[in-house]
């Protein structure tokens, strides 16, 4: 039912009614700021009751942090596949995000600063006919200093050939310069960021779930709890750690999803046993201890492996005061109890 926005287009939700499923995606704001815009005065926002666990803190504490909200408005809509001729039914959420619209803001300055600085050096290094000050080297620098970033629409630059009565004005060049034949302008369109702003904080949803099963309120919080899962997903990617395996068949692909999952389920559960058993007076960093925090108290602990004539000795190293708080916490065994109960004792 829920997927991101890499994952929608209108094929998608065809083949999610195919088998009688329906759909809750985050699409591109691009593709729906036409209707946003054309139905902008008669759409009616309320505030979301959802609210991220950050934000429901500061709100129970009191917090002078700023309280974060969301709003959305619904609009119905029909979506046609223009390839196949059908039509499909569905319910535009647009999202208003008071922090998200900061954030964007905030980015855009930063490359807006980012930029203006590279321009002003350029500018200064053309001027004075410093290295690399040609048309061609002049070219690259600004590919690079704007390529692929979305403040490039504000700006403009040109090269403009120094005319002969310029030329004679110039002072002598300095060490390491040869005298400019270009100057170097650009502009900034204060306008266009305007008008980019209007969209700041924006977004859309886009859903084929009937009203009368469930409202864009209740889908916008299951939307949003998607991110409690998020770090799980994040680690099923990461830090485990599995041994190379030649995938050429699909019972191998299959072995090692399931491994990976019981793993994850393990590395989870771990977690979740340690916080139970914290106090409730236990400090905010006690609470939210995690299962990397508890592995890398234990990174150091080893076994020490002697050979002997009479066969092989295994000994466990003292555990430090805060390796056996968590064993205690968690009502695990100490390696020495383990390997006392697990391994044949030597003969007397």
């Given at each position: ?187 900034f369109d204060t306008k266009a960021v305007k008008a980019a702003e209007k969209d700041d904080g ?147």
């Amino acid at each position: 039912m829920f997927s991101d926005r890499g994952t929608f287009s209108v094929g998608h939700l065809f083949r999610l009614k195919d088998i009688d499923s329906h759909a809750v995606c985050s699409a591109p704001w691009g593709e729906f700021k036409e209707q946003f815009k054309k139905h902008c005065k008669t759409l009616v926002w309320k505030t979301a009751s959802y609210l991220s666990m950050e934000q429901q803190r500061r709100r129970k504490s009191g917090s002078e942090l700023p309280h974060e909200h969301y709003e959305l408005a619904v609009l119905r809509h029909t979506l046609r596949d223009d390839d196949c001729g059908r039509e499909i039914n569905c319910r535009l959420i647009f999202v208003f995000s008071t922090a998200d619209q900061k954030v964007v803001r905030k980015q855009r300055q930063k490359q807006i600063d980012r930029i203006r600085e590279g321009l002003e050096k350029t500018q200064r290094n053309v001027a004075r006919g410093g290295p690399y000050s040609d048309e061609e080297s002049v070219a690259k620098r600004m590919s690079r200093l704007l390529d692929g970033k979305d403040a490039e629409q504000f700006f403009t630059w040109k090269l403009v050939k120094l005319t002969k009565r310029e030329l004679k004005k110039l002072p002598p060049a300095g060490r390491g310069c040869r005298k400019p034949t270009h100057r170097f302008e650009f502009t900034f369109d204060t306008k266009a960021v305007k008008a980019a702003e209007k969209d700041d904080g924006y977004s859309v949803i886009v859903t084929t779930v009937p009203q009368q099963q469930a409202s864009a309120d209740a889908l916008f919080t299951k939307f949003k709890q998607q991110n409690y899962s998020e770090q799980v997903n994040r680690s099923f990617k990461g830090p485990l750690a599995v041994r190379p395996l030649f995938l050429h068949t699909p019972e191998r692909v299959e072995a090692l999803v399931f491994l990976l999952l019981a793993v994850l389920m393990l590395y989870y559960l771990l977690q979740r046993l340690y916080r139970q058993s914290v106090p409730a007076d236990a400090s905010a960093k006690e609470q939210r201890t995690t299962t990397e925090t508890i592995l890398q108290a234990f990174s150091s602990y080893c076994l020490l492996i002697h050979r002997t004539r009479l066969g092989r000795e295994v000994q466990p190293t003292r555990l430090t005061t805060r390796q056996r708080e968590i064993l205690n916490q968690l009502g695990f065994s100490t390696p020495a109890q383990i390997l006392s109960q697990r391994l044949p004792r030597p003969p007397t």
